[in-house]
């Protein structure tokens, strides 16, 4: 059986920057932070860490009322993004219904918001009957891949992944696969998040937060430095539009990348702490499968979340498999770590720089940590570069790791 080759059409997303790939590639290239300190979440007992990147929800009545009601915060940034991709990559509606359309959407839980309101709401007498018959469906763990089905009037495969911080590269993965195997002609692929306290809190209990900059929040996160604290938590979607290549061409497709190889793995170490063998097996394994070799890459788009030890056994697998000539940035400083979503966002942000001759750096970078030498980091302004192959890292709780190598069209 042959394989057929897979090419990315269509972005879209709604970040901390605001709703479309413009608008996250604007803040990027302005230098700007998205975080800041949160109103109210002070009044969490034991909550270190008040700091997040939200994003703000507009034009959510422009959908439906019909489909809107079973949507919570992060679906509704799903179906805008989806929106936007299906736009951009100028898809037929009529493709829908066809049965060779559909989507993975991931995201580490169903909606925060929605799952604290219910038990709130429920726990202090018990009683079921107060909660109303459309929030179970915001608390769904695949509610954002049902409600973008839904909305769109998807009837090809919907799947949904939930993988924590690569919940969005292995929905790309999926489709990625869906279609190279035939069963699928365009997916759209991605996930999406949305910021609570309850959220941010779970970190906070694993010491993995930033609490440092509380009170000068535009200073953190700061991936790879060497006064980095932990992470900050952030909201958004963003949707890839991923197309049989044949299918694309046919239609006159714009096609802004094709994926060349993908790998997922688990450490199967620990739980909670990232591993650098489990990382370099990922990343050497996508390459194969890209039939490419590490000097071949001209760009790797690093998960870097700014916590202690993910970022020191990151950055030691990308120094031992690439080494230090490859150009390597994370966009967490600007927008946080959007969770189930980042994956998608991070690399929307990607190809548009690269289409533009740039590759972005890591904001809030300045002193390269001693434990995360020997990589070829992006620094200070945009490196005015050309590159072709792009590696994209995602790692997870639970020792997960997803890779993406992509080609740019």
Known sequence: MQLRRVVITGMGSVSPFGRGVAALTDGIEAGRSAVRKMEGWGQYLGLRSLVGAPAEMKDEKLIPRLNRRSMGRLSIFAVQAAQDAVADAGLDPALATTGRMGCVVGSTTGSAISISQAFETMLPDHDLTKLSSMQFFHCISHTATMNVAQCLKLNGWVMATSA??????????????????G????????GAEELHPTVTGSFDVLFATSVKYNDTPEQTPRPFDRDRDGLVCGEGGGILVLEDYEHAVKRGAPILAEILGYHTCSSGDHV????????????????????????????????????????????????????AKVPVSSLKGYIGHTLGASAAIELAASFAGIRKGLLYPTLNLQNVSPECQGVGHIMGGALKREARVVVKNSFAFGGISAVLVCRMG
Not at 183 to 189: A, E, I, N, P, S
Not at 295 to 322: C, L, P, R, S
């Open 272 to 323: 909670s702490e990232s591993s650098r063998p489990a990382m370099v097996t990922c990343m050497h394994e996508a390459l194969r499968a890209a039939q490419l070799e590490p000097g071949q890459v001209d760009y790797v788009n690093a998960h870097a979340t700014a916590t202690m030890q993910g970022d020191k056994e990151e950055a030691e697998a990308i120094a031992e498999v690439f080494g």
């Open 164 to 181: 924590a911080c690569a919940s969005a590269m292995q929905a790309i993965g999926a489709g990625y696969d869906l279609i190279r195997l």
């Open 183 to 190: 069963r699928q002609d365009v997916m759209l692929c991605g």
